[in-house]
């Protein structure tokens, strides 16, 4: 009992009045993404997958609730070709243009009657022996190999059968051009696609080579200089065809389920039936806005595409116009995201200078700072070294003592100061004399007039000046007292071998100025 009643209760329709708002828009979602239009159906997929969107997408579309979900789509993609995306078959705005072929007079309306249940015994057993050897013998066409293939051959066949030539035609290729319609080379999945992305309409031939019609449907409508012009028009519209007899024609066929040959639909944007009732789902899809059945003129055939087209211009407008009014906000978005990323480069690079500054400043401070107390440590160095040999020199000879000499000599800032010397004695008492004089320069020479030359007085033992550095910048700090005054190696010469046994008046020169 209780198996009876779970399968009354499946078999029962099912409330979707009764739905959560949340789970109403989920069954609008999978209807939009599956195409099945059947409420109840699309509920119990749903309910079956515990109300999952994702899982009940995948449960319809065959990959299973388990298992590596990409794995199962890529062994889809491998094994059969890209399907279709659904669209509304049956929008309210569909127009229909069927031209029947003219019924005969009486006589053939009689006989008409008279076979007509031979015709339907013929039918009926047609239909069973269909249904029982397609299990044996499957067809051929239900098999979509190489959809893209079907198309490229249908499009060759056409050509070859269909476009005329001449043996004074210029090409074969401009022959195609004038006189073929601008076919699309790709499957049906992918016009319509590309159909969705331009914002155009869809027009859609399914040949059947074996229709009566057909040989003069190709002929005079579709490659008269009327319909040619109206497909050319490519800022419009696509035009796709195959042939119902290859897999790609057949599984298209299986979609429009045209009555009667030849067949053209046309397909675009539409209003959203579901989202103008519930708001839910987007405001338009694509949906099989006309039919053409039978055989037409070409002045006919592009009066009824253009009312189809017309009669639906409106959706296309306006999903162009949120198209350019969304390309626009983003265009605008990211101007303003450029230019604020612009401004704000600007702004671092400002704050980078501004910064580099500041360190540039405060490195010039610091070596400003470095630099005067370098010339202060120098100073206090120039003072120590002129206080210890001002303290070290010994006792001058007395004036008048023979092999003595009195020389003078004028400093760079212009005073001057003698000493008389021993010309026996090293010139390195006249070095010293003048280290011990105030205001001596820190590096300086000593020139001679008579004959003018420079005279070597550094001893070789001398420090340089850095050697008197000290802490204390007053220079008022204790230094050695050098009393040794004897001969060395490394003494300069005497003053007589420099010739400096006459009084006269010597140059100290600084070095550093």
């Not at 269909?162 to 022959?175: F, H, K, L, N, R």
């Amino acid at each position: 009992m209780a198996s009876v009643g779970a399968e009354d209760a499946r078999d029962a329709p099912y409330d979707v009045s009764a739905l959560s708002e949340a789970k109403r828009r989920d069954l609008h979602h999978f209807k939009d993404i599956s195409g099945i239009a059947d409420d109840d159906c699309a509920a119990r997929i749903l309910e079956e997958s515990d109300w999952n969107l994702e899982h009940a997408v995948h449960k319809f579309m065959g990959l299973g609730e388990s298992g590596n979900l990409a794995g199962a789509a890529r062994r889809r993609s491998q094994n059969r070709p890209e399907n279709p995306a659904p669209i509304d078959l049956a929008p309210p705005n569909l127009l229909v243009f069927r031209r029947d072929r003219p019924i005969g007079g009486w006589f053939q309306t009689f006989l008409n009657i008279l076979l007509s249940p031979i015709y339907f015994t013929y039918n009926v057993f047609s239909s069973i022996i269909s249904t029982f050897t397609s299990f044996l013998w499957p067809d051929p066409r239900t098999l979509v190999t190489d959809p893209l293939g079907d198309v490229r051959n249908f499009i060759d066949t056409f050509k070859q059968t269909y476009a005329p030539v001449s043996e004074d035609s210029i090409s074969t290729d401009t022959i195609e051009r004038n006189t073929t319609p601008p076919f699309f080379e790709g499957t049906y999945a992918q016009a319509l696609q590309e159909a969705k992305r331009s914002l155009r309409f869809l027009i859609v031939y399914l040949h059947c080579g074996s229709h009566e019609d057909t040989e003069e449907f190709c002929r005079q409508t579709l490659q008269h200089p009327i319909t040619l012009a109206f497909l050319n028009d490519t800022q419009q519209c696509i035009f796709w065809a195959c042939d119902i007899n290859s897999p790609e024609g057949y599984r298209t066929s299986q979609i429009f389920r045209e009555h009667s040959y030849p067949f053209v639909g046309v397909i675009g944007l539409s209003v959203n039936r579901a989202h103008s009732s519930s708001s839910y789902g987007p405001p338009s899809r694509m949906a099989l806005l006309g039919r053409i059945e039978g055989l037409v003129s070409a002045t006919d055939f592009v009066e009824q595409l253009s009312n189809i087209i017309n009669n639906n211009q409106t959706a296309l407008l306006a999903a162009r116009a949120e198209r350019e009014e969304r390309d626009f906000t983003n265009r605008l978005r990211r101007e303003q995201d450029e230019a604020y990323a612009a401004s704000l480069a600007a702004d671092r690079a400002k704050d980078a200078e501004r910064t580099a500054a500041l360190e540039a400043e405060a490195a010039r401070a610091r070596e400003a700072a470095d630099a005067e107390a370098r010339r202060q440590q120098l100073e206090v160095a120039r003072r120590r070294r002129q206080q210890r040999w001002h303290r070290s020199l010994p006792q001058q000879p007395p004036q008048g003592t023979p092999g003595t000499v009195k020389l003078s000599t004028k400093l760079p800032n212009g005073n001057r100061a003698e000493r008389i010397f021993s010309t026996q004695d090293s010139v390195k008492h006249l070095y010293y004399f003048i280290i011990s004089q105030e205001g001596a320069p820190k590096n300086f020479d000593i020139e001679a007039n008579f004959p003018k030359r420079i005279l070597d007085c550094r001893p070789a033992d001398e420090s340089d000046i850095e050697d008197y550095l000290s802490t204390d910048v007053s220079g008022d700090a204790n230094v050695s007292k050098s009393d040794d005054w004897t001969p060395k190696t490394g003494d300069p010469p005497s003053f007589e071998a420099l010739n400096l046994t006459n009084p006269e008046l010597l140059f100290v020169l600084d070095r550093d100025a």
